[in-house]
C-alpha cells in the first residue's frame, strides 16, 4: 500500500464522535456532513442497532423494474413480482431492505433525467422510512463509449479505448469528472467504472474497447485520472475486474473463463491499473468471474476466492474499502455453484457487496440462513456494513440523499459539458490508412456521400442507428450524404444494393463492426472498392478491423458508435479536426498474429 493510500485511510478511519464533521446518529436515524470524515463510532452504534435482516439487506445491490418507486408501468409490476415478489422499487427496499439499487435501461429506469431523479428520491424516501433509516447507495454501469445506461440528452463522453488512443490524463480525468456530476444530480453516487482491464488479447468477447488499452502503465495512469475524476465528480468508482480480465476469450456472462497468466506475468500484465487504482483512493473494486489458477490453484472463480479477494486484493494490495461483485446473474459465477451458494462463499472470500442476484429471494434467504446456522457470523457481516456506510457517508448520502430537478438542469446535459465532450473526442480518432491522401475529404470536390455498414443497436440511448448518425454529421458539415444500412453480417442482395448505390457518388464511407475472416462485410468492402469509389472505412468498435482489409484506401478508428464518437470521426473526414488519436493497442496480421501491421502509438496526420 502507498504512503498516501496508507495516510488517507488512516485520517478517514480515525475520526472521532466528537468532530464537528462527523456522522451523528440519534433518535432512530443517521445524518452525516462532510464526505471527507466518517465517525466509525456513529455508524458502529448504527450497525449495533441493525436487525439481523437489516444487515443482511445491506450486503445486497438488487435490480428493480420501472421508472418510478411506486408507480411502475403495469409490466415492470408483472416482472417485479415474478422475479422478486415485490411489485416496485419501495416495496423491494422494504421487503430486502436493500443497501442498494443497480439501475438499468432494460429495466426502464433510465428515461430521462428527470425521471431518473425522481426514482432516485422515490427510492429514498422509502429507504428513509425503514427501522434504520439508512439511504441507499444506487449505482450503474455508466462507462461510456459501448456501455452506457443513461443516453441522451445526459452528456456521453468518449470510452476507455478512445481516451486511451488520445493518452491524455487531463482529458480522462475531465472526462471522468463530467460524467460523475451529472450521474450525482440525478441521484447515482456509484459508477462501475472505470475499467482497469488491460486487453492484451484481441480476441477478447467482453473487454476490448472498454479497456483503455493493451500497456499496463498506460492503463494504470489513466485509470488513475479517471478515479479522480469521478469521485471529485461526487461518485464512487469502482474499478473493475479484478484480478483481470483482458486476456481471454470467453465472456463471462455465458461461460466461466480461465486466463493462463503466470503470478509473475499478473503481476507485470494485470495488477498496475488496480494498484493506481487503489493508489489513488478507490472506493471500491468488482470482481470478476474468472478462474486464474497460478492465483488460487482450487479454480474458483475469483468472485469466490478468498486467496485472490483476501490474500491478494485485502492483504498484498492493502486494500480496505468496499469489494463488489460482477453481476451474480452471469454464467461465469454460476457454473460450479448454485444461486443459494454464490452470495455465501462471496462473502467468506471477502466481497462486502452482493450485486443484481438472478433470483433475490433465494439469494437473501441464504445469506440470513448461513448467519443463523453459524456459517457466517454476524461479526464478519458487520465488517462488510461498516464499509458500505462508510462509503455512503463519504458519498454525502446521509447528509443529503435527495436531488433536485433544479440541480438536473443546471449539471445534466449542459452546453459546457456537450462542448467538452466533443472537444476530447476530437483528440481520439486514430487515422490508422491514407493511401495517396484521400483524407481529408473535400464537400466541394467530393461532395456527394454515401454511407454504409454495419448498425448494430445503440450502445446508450444515441440517436443512432451510426449509418444515419454518421451521415447526418457529414451533411453538417457541407457533404450531401446519405445512409444505408447494410449489417454486420450483409447478405449479397445488401451488398448489390450497397455497390449500386455508390454508383456515381464521390466517396463511400463504410462503417466496420468486429470484421472476422468469414465476415461478409469483407466482401462488401472489396465489392465497393472495385467499383472505383473511393472508399473510407471506419471501424466503429474493435480497431482490429483493419487486419481483415489490407486492401482499403483508407481507415479510422473511431472505438465506439456513440453520437460523440461518430461526430468526431466526421470531422476528421472533413478536416474539420486533425486526427489526434493513436493506437492504444497493437493490431497484428490477420493471418500471421507474430506480425504487428500497426504498433501501439500508430497513427497518421495530415
Known sequence: MSDRLRTSRRTLLAATAGSAAAVAVGAGSAHAAEESTVNRTALRALIDRMSLEEKVGQLFVMRVYGHSA???????????????????AAELVARYRVGGIIYFG?????????????????????????PSRVPVLISTDQEHGIVARVGEPATLVPGAMALGASGSRADARKAARIAGRELAAMGIRQNYAPVADVNVNPANPVIGVRSFGSDPQAVARLVEAQVEGYESGGVAATCKHFPGHGDTKDDSHYSLPTIHHTREEWQ?????????????????????????????????????????????LREQLGYDGVVVTDSLGMQ??????????????????????????????????????????GELTEERLDVSILRILEL???????????????????????????????????????????????LPLSPREQRDVLVVGADPASPSGTTGPPTTVLAGALTELGFTATALSTGTAPSAARIDEA???AAGKDAVVVGTYNVTAGSSQRTLV?????????VVAVAIRNPYDVAQLPQVAAYLAAYSWTDTELGAAARVIAGRAEPEGRL??????????????????????Y
Open 70 to 88: 411506486t408507480e411502475p408501468d403495469q409490466a415492470d409490476v408483472d416482472k417485479n413480482l415474478e422475479e422478486a415478489g415485490v411489485r416496485n
Open 106 to 130: 432494460w429495466a426502464h429506469n433510465t428515461r430521462e433525467p428527470h425521471q431518473i431523479a425522481d426514482l432516485s428520491n422515490g427510492i429514498q424516501r422509502a429507504a428513509l422510512r425503514q
Open 268 to 312: 507485470r500484465l494485470d495488477a498496475p491499473p488496480f494498484e493506481a487504482a487503489i493508489a489513488a483512493g478507490i472506493d471500491s473494486v468488482m470482481t470478476a468471474h474468472i478462474v486464474v489458477p497460478a492465483l488460487d490453484p482450487a479454480e474458483d472463480p475469483a468472485t469466490l476466492s478468498a486467496p485472490i479477494l483476501t490474500g491478494i
Open 332 to 373: 461465469g459465477v454460476r457454473t460450479k455453484y448454485g444461486d443459494d451458494r454464490v452470495p455465501v462463499l462471496a462473502l467468506k472470500a471477502g466481497v462486502d457487496q452482493l450485486l443484481n442476484p438472478p433470483k433475490p429471494a433465494v439469494a437473501w434467504n441464504a445469506v440470513l440462513q448461513a448467519v443463523k446456522d
Open 392 to 438: 455512503k457517508a463519504r458519498r454525502g448520502l446521509f447528509r443529503d440523499p435527495y436531488v433536485t430537478h433544479a440541480r438536473v438542469e443546471r449539471e445534466v446535459g449542459t452546453r459546457a459539458h456537450l462542448a467538452a465532450a466533443d472537444r476530447i473526442a476530437d483528440r481520439t480518432t486514430t487515422l490508422l490508412v491514407n493511401e495517396g491522401g484521400l
Open 499 to 501: 455497390v449500386a448505390a
Open 526 to 534: 472489396e465489392r465497393l472498392r472495385a467499383s472505383g469509389v473511393p
Open 584 to 605: 492504444p493497442v497493437p493490431v497484428q496480421r490477420a493471418d500471421d498474429p507474430g506480425h504487428v501491421l500497426y504498433p501501439v502509438g500508430y497513427g497518421l496526420s
